[in-house]
């Protein structure tokens, strides 16, 4: 099946999250990996909440917060490199494959776009810290709709701007939930299980699953 469109969340599909931490993991402590993990799931958990209460703020703000919080949670890391880690973050690394990954696909003439609840402003440093921007025709950041994934809205921006309609997009995220909401809205979902995660919608399946972005052009 030929895809229109091949649509990519940004944060830890293309971009490692966990990047920012590992950077300075030596000074940050020994509890530098726990302190990661918290960093990103609170800074999720944060957009869920926010979107639910209507109460936008936007994932920088988030990110912020997060980190904060993981501050209090690990008293053992080191404060002082708070700033080092939110400015690595407008950089964070990304996945060794997805220059090549992205080229290929774009070479068959699809569409290619990421879908991010990423503010404008943190998607076009990373994009451009990545080296992406001439891979992408689109960067959607739900920042235009003041909420978060997975309201329905923020799938819909990606086939409101290219006209198409939803089963014409392959969508790729290695969220979980990310995919579940892209599977109810009709896309044509991709699972980046990077690490090896259990599945936890059952009801609501992607169409594969990959470890990594590199069989993705195999699926047709």
């Not at 440093?125 to 994934?149: C, H, R, W």
Request: hydrophobic share 45%; with cysteine; aromatic share 12%.
């Amino acid at each position: 099946m030929a895809h229109a469109a091949y649509v990519f969340d940004a944060y830890g599909t293309l971009f490692d999250v966990h990047a920012a931490v590992r950077k300075h993991a030596e000074k940050l402590g020994p509890d530098a990996q726990a302190f990661s993990f918290v960093w990103r799931q609170k800074q999720l958990e944060y957009s869920w909440v926010r979107a639910l209460m209507k109460k936008y703020q936007d994932f920088w703000a988030l990110t912020e917060q997060a980190l904060d919080t993981a501050y209090a949670l690990y008293p053992s890391a080191d404060r002082s490199l708070r700033d080092d880690l939110l400015n690595a973050y407008w950089t964070l690394d990304c996945y060794p494959e997805v220059p090549q990954v992205l080229t290929d696909l774009k070479a068959t003439g699809a569409k290619m776009a990421i879908l991010s609840n990423g503010s404008p402003a943190m998607l076009d440093a990373a994009v451009q810290a990545a080296g992406l921007g001439d891979l992408l025709d689109e960067v959607f950041s739900v920042d235009e709709l003041k909420t978060y994934k997975t309201d329905e809205r923020t799938y819909e921006m990606v086939t409101n701007h290219f006209r198409i309609y939803p089963d014409a997009v392959s969508f790729q995220s290695s969220n979980r939930w990310d995919v579940a909401g892209a599977t109810a809205f009709g896309f044509r979902t991709v699972w980046m299980n990077r690490t090896n995660q259990p599945d936890e919608y059952t009801d609501l399946a992607p169409n594969a699953v990959l470890n990594d972005l590199t069989g993705l052009a195999g699926l047709g």
